[in-house]
């Protein structure tokens, strides 16, 4: 039987504390950034096509096939024209 690698791209949301911008059971694809990850931030992309950064405590990490992974990501890039370019945003619950 082969094994296939995984990947650890992907978060699911299990809460959103009150933002509009998550759902939760949703999947997002998570952007590699050292930065925010040491101040308990992930850089979570949404349906635009843009990066945010969201605290890490309202997801959990999801481990993909590659393969499946890799088509996630090709999909959302020609559905939103995701470049691969960083923006800085920071976006928190509203209390």
Do not use: H, W
């Amino acid at each position: 039987m082969r094994v296939q690698k995984t990947t650890a791209s992907f978060v699911l949301c299990i809460r959103d504390n009150g933002s509009d911008d998550l759902e939760l059971r949703k999947l997002y694809q998570v952007l590699p950034d050292r930065e925010a990850a040491r101040e308990g931030y992930l850089r979570v992309v949404d349906e635009s096509g843009e990066d945010y950064l969201y605290p890490s405590d309202l997801f959990v990490t999801v481990r993909l096939p590659s393969a499946v992974a890799r088509r996630l990501m090709s999909t959302s890039r020609q559905n939103t024209g995701l470049q691969g370019a960083a923006k800085v945003r920071l976006r928190t619950s509203r209390a």
